[in-house]
Nanobody, 125 residues
């Protein structure tokens, strides 16, 4: 059974940093793209960052570009999101997800088959 478990969320002051982690179990995801998505109260879920299966390519939403860094460790089946210079508008429930197809690099969340339960990030002003 595939399971994604996020960790690392919490409460931080504006300007601070957090590092989110996502550990996948059930089978390896070395050939699938992975991504971080977030959903704030009253808003639609949005793509934050996506990384290709090889880790060579990454996409960032304009709102986080230059502040967030996505990375993966295929040997450990883990995904990370380093978040620096956090802003109150980054407050949301953050989810990790795995693309359903192999060797792709997709931003559209509808392409993602496996999802974690989310970890809450709250940034105070």
């Amino acid at each position: 059974q595939v399971q994604l478990v996020e960790s690392g969320g919490g409460l931080v002051q504006a300007g601070g940093s957090l590092r989110l982690s996502c550990t996948a179990s059930g089978r390896p995801f070395t050939n699938e793209g992975m991504g971080w998505f977030r959903q704030a109260p009253g808003k639609e879920r949005e793509c934050v960052a996506v990384i290709s299966w090889s880790g060579d390519s990454a996409y960032y939403a304009d709102s986080v570009k230059g502040r967030f860094t996505i990375s993966r460790d295929n040997a450990k089946n883990t995904l990370h999101l380093q978040m620096n210079s956090l802003k109150p508008e980054d407050t949301a429930l953050y989810y990790c997800a795995v693309d359903a197809d192999l060797y792709t690099f997709v931003i559209d969340m509808r392409a993602y088959e496996y999802w974690g339960q989310g970890t809450q990030v709250t940034v105070s002003s």
